[in-house]
Structures are given as structure tokens and as C-alpha cells.
């Protein structure tokens, strides 16, 4: 190896200058929260754009923390009752957005319906429910278990079972294009046939029930053989009734009764016509109808006290314009025949103080307090009460007899 001298080391240290200062410095990877701007490559810039490279203004701060992926909420928030997020891959809500898209034809072909509406893409955010029944309807408009878990498949062909809308369809298609042909007019003979062998006979009676059943006892629907309490309330006013039949039944509820109803009663429909008024009006009437609405609620294998206690409840919180009448069925030993004979010798004593006072036979001092009273001041001789009468009386007298005297000069 050759070696250098001061001349050719004063080269080498000038040209390890010079790429030093044309090099641009390493920037570090996220350790600091400040960063320059390279400088310009180019040695030979002007002084103008080097201090405009070095302008403190041209400073900008790094965020150290890594940026969060925005992920889409799993429900629509509580101003949305917490509406899920719609699962695109669900079999049964593919099935019944097609049925949705499809209305216009399967469902309801009479009704019009936007081709827009058809078009419509999912909502981010759906959800499939159902619709429970309040506790104050009719117990035929309420679902039973098996309605309440079918889809709007299963509904629409259960109301195809019902009416027979499609098959009605169907079959029409089919004889229209089957006219003109074999096989329509064998059907049309078919049917002739039928309605033929099916047509009553001229004279002869039909009877809608055995000749038997117009001497009998008229049939009834069985009795109950469980004990039950029934309590109606009648009200003219709808949703007072309504009302405090909810609240009997919660309180059924909290007290662990088996209750049922509200089962709605026949109405009571009561009508009075009265004079309008006294006078110039006595002649024009005016009629008041008064309508009563019931419900019939049942309490059914409850205890007793449990009842007793529920029936006071009701009654004390009783609502305006609500009247109650229960019914109460219990159970009771055998011998209770024997039971009412043994009384409490206190009861007996109270009954027979009752007893006395009733029948012929009276042990009360009654001829000692007429005689009494007759002593009184009232009717004693010296009060002057008597006297008066008897002024009075021979007034009115001597009053008649004068009368009678000018009627008879009168005449003469």
C-alpha cells in the first residue's frame, strides 16, 4: 500500500467535506415530535431558498400514537331503541326482504306500490319483530304460541290455506286455457253431475235438528268444577273500565293469583223518557239512554285470604265511575250442617235479646208506659188544653147550625 502524504490527505479530507455537506441528514423513525424539511440537494441554491428551507414556519408536530381504524357501532344508539345491525348473511331476513319486494304480487296485487320502494337497498341498521297484544284485549284477537314464532312466509302461506287466493288463480288460468278443448267439457259434465246428485228431492223436508230434540230439555254448556271467584265491573265509561281492569289484574299479579279476563260482558243498555219540563213544556218529553260496559275477570284456585285481600285492595283504590259486584265459590268440609248447630253460647244470648222484641208474646212494660204518658201534662185537665178543644169545637158548631138556619130562610 502506498503511502499518503500531507497533500493527498488534505485531498481526501476536502472531498469527505464536500459529500458531507451535499448528503442529506437521516431522519429518525418516530422518535421525535418535531421534523424539519430536508434541505434542497442542489449545493449551488441561492441564500434566498436556503433560508426560505430553514423558515421556523415550516415546523409541523407529528402524533406519536398510531391512528385507530373507524369501526362501524354494533347498534343504532339509544335514540334508537338500540336497533342492531343488519346481518346481510341471515337467511331468514334475506327471505323476508324478498317477500317485502315482492308485495306488489304475492301479498296484496289490488294495491299499487312505487318501483322505487321495490328498488330500495337495507337499511345499516334493521330489525325484525313482533307485535305483542295488550293485556286488555279480546282473547280471540290475541296469537297463540305457534303464530307468534312465524315468519311473513309462514303467515302468507297460512292465509293462503285460509282463502285459497292462489289456488283460485291457478285453477282459473288452467280452465282458461283449457276451453275449447276435451278435458274442459268432461270437468263442466263432471260438475253438472255433482250439483245434480246434491239437489234435494221436491216435498221433502229437511230438518235442521233430530225430531227428538223439541221434546227434550234444551242442551247447556258444562258447568265449572274448579272454584273460581269472579269479580265484573261496569263502568259507562270505556277506558275508566279499561283501566281499572289493568290495574286489577297487576295487582293479581304482585299478590300471586291466577287470574284471567278481562273477558267482555254484554252491554246493559238502559232508557227513560220524563217530562222535559213543568208548565208550557209538560207536554214534550225527553228520553235518557244509559249504556254500561263490563268486564268479567276470574281469580281461579286462589287462597282465600289471598282473595279477600285482593278484593279490599281493589276497594280501597277503588276509580271514579267504577262499580264492582264479586262472585265468591269455596270449598267447604262435610257436616257443616253439624258445625252451624254447635253456636257460641255468647252468640245465643245476643240472638234470643234480638228475639224478644219480635212475635205476640212482648215482655215490655207497654201498659205501664201508655198509662204514663196519659198522666202527663199534655193531657191533664188543668193545663187549659182541653178546655180550648172543646171552645172549638162548640164554635164550629154553633157556625153549622147558623148556616143551616139561612139556607132554610132562604128557601122559604
Not at 182541653?386 to 147558623?402: A, I, N, V, Y
Request: charged content about 30%; glycine content about 6%.
Amino acid at each position: 500500500m502506498p503511502e499518503l502524504c500531507d497533500g493527498r490527505l488534505d485531498e481526501l479530507l476536502k472531498e469527505a467535506a464536500s459529500r458531507l455537506a451535499t448528503k442529506q441528514p437521516p431522519r429518525p423513525k418516530d422518535c421525535t415530535l418535531i421534523a424539519m424539511k430536508a434541505a434542497p440537494a442542489n449545493p449551488t441554491l441561492d441564500s434566498k431558498v436556503q433560508a426560505k428551507a430553514q423558515d421556523p414556519k415550516s415546523v409541523m408536530l407529528r402524533d406519536p400514537r398510531p391512528a385507530e381504524k373507524k369501526t362501524g357501532k354494533d347498534n343504532a344508539g339509544p335514540g334508537w331503541f338500540g336497533i342492531p345491525k343488519t346481518d346481510p348473511n341471515d337467511p331468514e331476513l334475506k327471505r323476508d326482504l324478498q317477500i317485502l319486494h315482492m308485495r306488489g304480487t304475492a301479498i296484496d296485487s289490488k294495491r299499487h306500490y312505487k318501483k322505487e320502494s321495490l328498488k330500495a337497498k337495507v337499511p345499516r341498521y334493521a330489525h325484525v319483530g313482533r307485535i305483542v297484544e295488550g293485556p286488555t284485549e279480546f282473547y280471540s284477537a290475541r296469537l297463540t304460541r305457534k303464530e307468534r314464532t312465524q315468519t311473513l312466509v309462514d303467515e302468507l302461506l297460512s292465509a293462503e290455506k285460509a282463502s285459497g287466493k292462489f289456488r283460485s288463480k291457478y285453477e282459473a288460468i288452467q280452465s282458461k286455457k283449457a276451453s275449447g278443448k276435451k278435458a274442459f267439457y268432461k270437468k263442466e259434465d263432471a260438475r253438472f253431475d255433482t250439483v245434480e246428485a246434491n239437489r234435494p228431492l221436491p216435498g221433502a223436508v229437511t230438518f235442521t235438528e233430530t225430531p227428538q230434540a223439541s221434546v227434550m230439555q234444551p242442551s247447556k254448556a258444562p258447568e265449572p268444577t274448579r272454584n273460581s271467584q269472579a269479580i265484573s265491573e261496569s263502568d259507562p265509561v270505556l277506558r275508566n273500565l279499561e283501566f281499572f281492569s289493568d290495574f286489577a289484574l297487576r295487582a293479581a299479579y304482585y299478590l300471586k293469583l291466577p287470574a284471567f279476563g278481562p273477558v267482555p260482558l254484554p252491554r246493559i243498555t238502559e232508557r227513560w223518557t220524563v217530562p222535559r219540563s213543568s208548565f208550557i213544556f209538560k207536554k214534550s218529553q225527553e228520553n235518557f239512554e244509559r249504556i254500561t260496559m263490563r268486564r268479567l275477570v276470574q281469580i281461579r284456585d286462589g287462597n282465600p285470604e289471598t282473595v279477600q285481600l285482593w278484593l279490599a285492595f281493589l276497594q280501597k283504590h277503588a276509580y271514579y265511575g267504577i262499580g264492582m259486584k264479586a262472585n265468591v265459590w269455596d270449598f267447604g268440609k262435610l257436616g257443616v250442617g253439624k258445625a252451624m248447630d254447635a253456636i257460641d253460647p255468647e252468640t245465643t244470648e245476643a240472638i234470643d235479646s234480638r228475639w224478644n222484641h219480635l212475635g205476640q208474646n212482648r215482655e215490655l212494660d207497654t201498659v205501664e208506659k201508655v198509662e204514663e204518658f196519659l198522666a202527663t201534662v199534655r193531657f191533664d185537665k188543668d193545663s187549659g188544653k182541653r178546655s180550648e178543644g172543646e171552645r172549638r169545637f162548640l164554635q164550629t158548631q154553633w157556625k153549622k147550625d147558623e148556616a143551616a138556619k139561612r139556607k132554610a130562610a132562604l128557601n122559604v
